[in-house]
């Protein structure tokens, strides 16, 4: 007698392996990606989705309201911080000129940056 597989399961296994390639993914990006702008893209979208993707398939086969009581604010958390934390990676990389500058059609910070660099130099009253 075969073992009987659910819909539910079925439905796991691909969320789960939909995770395991979006992590992946975000992985070979942050290797393979040339700079700190382009790599904040890959740590941040894939592994977003590939993380919501494995808990979801956690909660389907855990089938309980508590389980979902957890993951919850797990999934909520990723997307307030990963957002923030991409954006000071980006500003880092701009500031500290670790990335490449052809890669960008138009550069809306360099005016602000520059601004910001004379008001730190000017000596204050």
């Not at 855990?62 to 991409?86: E, F, H, K």
């Amino acid at each position: 007698m075969a073992p009987e597989i659910d819909v539910i399961d079925i439905v796991a296994a691909l969320l789960l392996v939909l995770g395991a390639a979006l992590s992946v993914a975000a992985g070979v990006g942050l290797i393979r990606f040339p700079d700190a702008l382009s790599r904040m893209h890959a740590a941040t979208k894939p592994q977003i989705l590939g993380l919501i993707s494995v808990l979801a398939a956690v909660a389907l086969e855990a089938g309980n309201w508590a389980t979902l009581l957890v993951i919850a604010p797990t999934i909520l958390l990723q997307l307030l911080v990963s957002p923030m934390s991409a954006h000071m990676i980006g500003r880092a990389g701009y500031r500290t000129g670790n990335y490449r500058r052809d890669l960008i059609v138009h550069d809306e910070l360099v005016d602000d940056v520059e601004r910001a660099s004379e008001e730190d130099a000017a000596p204050r009253s």
